[in-house]
Structures are given as C-alpha cells and as structure tokens.
C-alpha cells in the first residue's frame, strides 16, 4: 500500500511540473507597411513580450489596445532620430486585444511572445481562428489610376484584405468620418496585406494604382465580443 501511495504521489508531482513547465512561446506575428490595426489577439494571464523591429526613417509608433477596456499601452514611439528595435515587457490576461501600429512605407515586423504552460499553450493552439468567421461585406478591383469608394462597418469588426497582383505601385489609404487617415499603406511587390477595423462608421477608401491591378475585400466580425474567449 505504501508502495502505490508513493507511486501515486510521484505521478502527481510529475504531472504538476509538466503543467508548470513554462517557456517563451511567438504566439502572434505581424508584419506590414505604414500604418495598419492588426487582428484581434488572446493574452492569457502571465508574462509576455512585445518584439518589435522597423526599417527606415521615423516616425515609428506602436500602441497595444486592449479592445475590452479601450486602454492604449505605448510600446514605442519614435519620431525623430535613427530607429531602434526594442521590446517592451508586461503581465496579465487581456481577452482580446489588438496593435496599432504606425511605421514607414519601408516595413516593419512585430512578435508578441507569451511565457505559457503546456495547458495554456495547448489552448492557444486550440482557440478558434477569427478568420474563419468572418462573412463578406463587399469586394472592389482596380488597375491603373484613383479610386475612391466608401463603405459602412456594421457592429462588431472587420478585416480590410488588399491582393495585389503583379508589380508596380498601390498606395491605400482608409480614411474616419472625421477626415482622420487611419490605415495607409504602401506596395511595390505582388503579394497580400490585411488591417482591422474595430469601429461601427462608415468609411472611404482611396486606392492609387500605378501599373498595377488590385482586390480589395472587406469581411466582418458580427459576432466578435471583445470579452469573449475563444
């Protein structure tokens, strides 16, 4: 009997450090041009890091929005001098959050790693993708010269996708009710980019192509809460 309770004892202990077990895990990656809002992110309640890397000239800013609370963390903010790359460091849970990132047409890359356990990254791994409820909300196409166009986002959020096919020149910018450019973003190469909008407005959007051809789609989030878990 004693035996077994030993035994007993000995697999609990191993299964209570398999579970306590941490390391720094990439949970999220984002990279892009100018000025982007990034999908929504799952913090969950232990150390993390914002990794940050920009190339060019200033101005470099990086904010971390908390979407339940709408409180803006500064990562860096950098509008003069040579850019440096950083990192800052927190703690605690945030259900869902998001970058706001403000860089160059050069690019820049941010990582967010989180200090998990084996539970805790095997739920991140898991969580359900957000893309994969999102509904289309409408799709433009161009190719040489200016378009503008407007849009409304219902409740919720929404994801902003731009394809460019071929080389040459696109230049989108998304611009508030209120005149206020928030997304801008620069491409030279054939390729995908993608920023969130997490406002119920109506928007326009200018797109200037220059020996180029281009998609833009917009899908939505109707049932996003940004206190929920997933």
């Given amino acids: 009997m004693n035996k077994l309770v030993a035994l007993l004892c000995l697999i609990g202990m191993f299964a209570t450090a398999q579970t306590t077990t941490r390391r720094w895990v990439d949970t999220y990656v984002f990279s892009g041009t100018g000025s982007s809002q990034t999908a929504p992110m799952r913090f969950w309640d232990t150390k993390w890091r914002v990794v940050y890397k920009a190339v060019g000239a200033p101005p470099f800013e990086l904010y971390l929005l ?37 860089g160059g047409e050069n690019g820049w890359r941010v990582t967010i790693q989180q200090y998990l356990d084996r539970v805790e990254e095997w739920e991140f791994v898991q969580q359900k993708d957000w893309k994969s409820r999102l509904n289309p909300l409408g799709s433009w ?90």
Avoid at 80 to 91: F, I, R, V
Avoid at 162 to 187: A, C, M
């Fill in 66 to 102: 908390n979407l339940n609370t709408h409180e803006q963390l500064k990562v860096t903010n950098q509008k003069s001098g040579k850019l440096k790359n950083g990192q800052t460091a927190g703690s605690g849970s945030m259900a869902a959050a998001s970058l706001i990132v403000n």
């Fill in 141 to 230: 196409s161009g190719e040489q010269g200016d378009h503008e166009f407007m849009f409304t986002m219902p409740a919720g959020c929404g994801r902003v996708r731009t394809v460019q096919q071929g080389g040459g020149y696109v230049r989108i910018d998304i611009i508030d009710p209120d005149g206020k450019t928030l997304i801008h973003s620069v491409s030279t190469q054939p390729g995908e980019q993608e920023t969130w909008l997490y406002e119920p407005k109506t928007y326009k959007v200018k797109v200037s192509a220059i020996q180029a051809s281009w998609n833009l789609h917009i899908e939505t989030l109707d049932d996003f809460k940004a206190g929920e878990r997933k």
